[in-house]
């Protein structure tokens, strides 16, 4: 044991050589040299072949991390309900852990054994005394058993408290998981729809949102989009079915689009922000040939014609002026057509009333 001082000794040496001065440079993480004596110790006294010692086990692959934390601000009072996602975000604690796999995930085994050590190292991490202070929320598409019997395995049961939401306890933390299908069918939950399978496989099933879901949806949709193309500055951030995540809101955009009144959809909009990006035939549509024809002149009137198109667009007046010989120039449709338009005006005419004469005098 006389080892131990020289080691101890030799530790808080390196400890204060390998400490840098604060003016801008880092400070050398120096790991202490008790580690080793106690795996040594441990390897002398286990019975040979049947254990092995691990010193400083690496228990993550990558960084630790949770999906979201909520926290409570420090404010006096108490803060306002929410209308919207009440099934996720009713009833927080001053800080709340989100657990979320998307529309593409399942919950598995380890999903619940990584929650419990999310909130621990959380008290770790934010120097929480209290673990009363926080709660964990799971945001799924889907409860699956393996899940539910790896919660029942740490000592925690799931109980139904509505349409797609489950209450329950893991440990001390109390724990609420969302089941995002069935859950955006409720009244205020419908934007959760934006985070389902439906939402990969059948963007336009989305409910009909209200006009304050509407306007989180177009704010959603402006975030998505800033993901695609990020401002300059900004780095790209690399999304999980990035292609299929911006299909399916710009398909459910369209649907939202569709499902709007006429009116209320051009309400405000000036005429050339009305026809923008309409095809011909949609600007054309509803109106009489006089409307279609208004403000053009002869020459716009018959671009693109042929003669014969030319012809028939002629008014009666002046298809009556073309001499018989001209008329037997054109095909044999067009001069159907021209007869039958001269023949149906010739019988609308009146009919000239006749003078009568005055009666011969003797």
Known sequence: MVALPVMAKAARATTKSGTRSPQGRRRVRVYTAWHPVLVALL??????????CISEFQLAREPLRVDLVILRRRRRGAPPRPSLLTSVVGGLAEHTLVHFKGPTDELERDDARMLLAYALQYLVV?????????ALRVLAPRLTPRFVEALRSLGCALTPTGPGTHEGRLCV???????????????GDHLLYTVTPGMVADPGGIPALSPAEIAVFWELLEHVEQLRRPLPGQRKRHMKDEKRVVESFEKVLTRLVARV????????????????????????????????LAGLTPEQRLAGLTEAQAVLALPDAMLRALSADYIATLPPETQAAVRKRLGAASRQRPARRRTPRSPARG
Not at 279 to 287: I, K
């Open 173 to 187: 933390f109390p724990l609420r998981v969302v089941e995002t299908v069935p859950a955006n069918a409720r009244e």
């Open 43 to 52: 390897e002398h006294v286990l019975p040979a072949g049947w254990y092995q």
């Open 126 to 134: 934010a120097e929480i005394e209290d673990p009363a202070s926080v």
């Open 261 to 292: 009144p006429p009116k209320q959809r051009l309400a405000g909009l000036a005429p050339e922000q009305l026809l923008a990006g309409l095809a011909p035939e949609q600007r054309l549509a509803g109106l009489a040939p006089e409307q279609r």
